[in-house]
């Protein structure tokens, strides 16, 4: 869903990537508008590419502050396009897009827990030679009893057009409720490509053969390995807020991606 920033933004804090273009641009800025620390910061302007994106709002999550991206990187899905010029004006102007994180909870082989949040997505991997055998529960109902794969893998709509879709994955528009449960490279059952979830689903994925066929579980970048069950819900809780400029929202983004070639 989209808001709008109503109050003019006099309280800036910006973040970079440590390329050469990204530190450049953090100095030519922090010279221009100031610097304000983070603790104190009305917006956070992130200059990167979709990388430290999803670092920034990991660092920042809990905190309400809005983020702001500007291509410094590469690909930069969730960024805007970066301009030096205007900047208060353009962060007034901007469309809020609220986005809510995936809570992973596993337990390893030795029954000790961990946890993480994933924006993106939460993935499982096998990682030896041998495939992944996995039993998928939804709702405390068996839904697959036996996926032998690479992994699988649930994604939120923000991250439907990252790993999501490069495994054939659906992409999902982002003011939907829904979640994508997504195969990676099956062989049995060789016909599942996945389903699409209400955004309310508790996911719980069992690790078969644990000891011979070991898999890792991967919350974006945090990867904890040789679990036997992972189990996997959107956090309605914590709300991410990501400003774009008009016109080019995230929706617009993931709805245009649709018709690329």
């Not at 983070?38 to 709002?57: F, K, N, S, Y």
């Not at 996945?194 to 945090?222: F, Q």
């Not at 992972?230 to 080019?248: K, M, S």
Request: aromatic residues 6%; contains cysteine; negative net charge.
């Amino acid at each position: 869903m989209a808001y709008e920033i109503d109050t003019p933004v006099k309280q800036i804090a910006f973040v970079a990537s440590a390329t050469p273009e990204a530190e450049q641009a953090l100095t030519r800025l922090c010279a221009r508008y100031g610097n304000a620390a983070t603790e104190e910061a009305e917006i956070i302007v992130a200059l990167g590419g979709d990388g430290l994106m999803l670092q920034t709002l990991h660092r920042f999550m809990g905190t309400h502050i809005p983020i702001y991206g500007m291509n410094r990187g590469t690909v930069g899905f969730m960024m805007n396009e970066y301009r030096e010029e205007g900047l208060p004006e353009r962060l007034a102007e901007a469309k809020v897009n609220m986005i809510h994180p995936l809570r992973m909870k596993v337990v390893h082989q030795d029954g000790t827990q961990g946890k993480a949040l994933a924006i993106n997505e939460v993935s499982l991997f096998r990682q030896t030679y041998q495939a992944a055998r996995l039993r998928i529960t939804v709702d405390n109902q068996v839904r697959l009893e036996e996926l032998v794969a690479d992994g699988v893998l649930l994604s939120t709509p923000a991250g439907s057009t990252a790993y999501n879709l490069s495994v054939q994955g659906p992409i999902l528009p982002i003011n939907t409720a829904l979640l994508a449960l997504t195969p990676i490279s099956p062989f049995r059952p060789r016909r599942w490509r996945g389903a699409i979830l209400p955004a309310s689903a508790k996911v719980l994925v069992d690790i078969l053969e644990a000891d011979k066929r070991p898999v890792s579980a991967v919350a974006d970048h945090n990867e904890f390995r040789n679990v036997i069950r992972v189990e996997i819900a959107e956090e309605r809780a914590i709300g991410l807020r990501l400003l774009f400029d008009p016109g080019n929202e995230l929706g617009d983004r993931i709805l245009a991606e649709q018709f690329r070639f």
